[in-house]
């Protein structure tokens, strides 16, 4: 269960414009985030291995990558993008968000991989890929979509339920303060 009603659920969505029409369209396309999904996942990962800030909190005790926690998070990551196409955003969903903003804190980051990483990926951080899960996505919706009208409303509607996403999963780092 989580600790965001779903009234508060509603309120957070008008507040970053979404509305029935974001998941429709999203539905519409899951053949694309089907498709695509390991290729986008692979795509941002590559900007976090490229930048030591981001891919530090992958490494072990020993300053090496831990490939076993990689390999368990990518497939993860995965299966969010394919659920941004298709999960309601009902108590069942809302309660997977507290879990995933969780598995970036103290709280439970390693706890369900068993992994010995860094403890918390600094909310700074969780907040500024957002641009690079919205942007680097643009080109794989491209190669599928032509019409330019629909390519922007698929664009948009990605942004939002991104950034919807990063919100609730925000409320694990400030508590009572959310």
Known sequence: MSGVSLEELRLIEATVGWKDTDAAVL???????????????DSWRAVIASQPHLAQWFFGPDGRPDEA?????????????????RRPHDAEWLAYQDEIGLRHTPAKKNVTDGANTPPLVPLRYLLAFTSVTVIATREFFAKEVEDAKELRRLEDAWTRAVLLHITLWSRAYAGNLW
Do not use: L, P
């Open 27 to 41: 539905r519409h396309y899951e053949r694309i985030f089907d498709r695509h999904a390991e290729a986008m996942v």
């Open 69 to 85: 926690y990689k390999a368990k998070v990518r497939v993860r990551f995965v299966q969010w993008v394919r659920d941004v196409a």
